[in-house]
């Protein structure tokens, strides 16, 4: 339980840097911008993140191992870039306001989205 609510505030910590970062590509707006205070959509927003990168991610990682291979592993971001718009689509279905502009925002939203989690996981996680 530690470490999933670890995952969580890293990826909310990500996307908020991720938004900071590349404004007009990535963006979060709460629900009817007002009803949710900005942090609870950032933490709402990590969860459907951890959930479809955790499931739906995991599933296309493996079946798209054979392009890995062939592309030298720069399929991975083509794949992240899909997923982020994944995630948009679906957290607006349920309410909050992740919005990407376009597959090229998505694109270096991914990148940006996955050096700081693996920045802020470094330095956040206790090492065994």
Known sequence: MKSFILS???????????????????????????????????????????????????????????????????????LNALLLMLIAWVSTLWGTGLTVDGFWGAFWGSIVLSLVSWILGLILRPRA
């Open 8 to 78: 969580v505030a890293i990826n909310a910590i990500a996307l908020w840097l991720t938004t900071i970062l590349l404004p007009a590509q990535v963006a979060i707006y709460p629900p009817g911008m007002a009803m949710l205070p900005f942090a609870l959509t950032v933490l709402w927003v990590a969860v459907v993140f951890g959930l479809v990168n955790g499931t739906l991610g995991t599933v296309l990682r493996f079946l798209s191992f054979p392009l890995f291979i062939l592309t030298l592993g720069l399929f991975a971001l083509v």
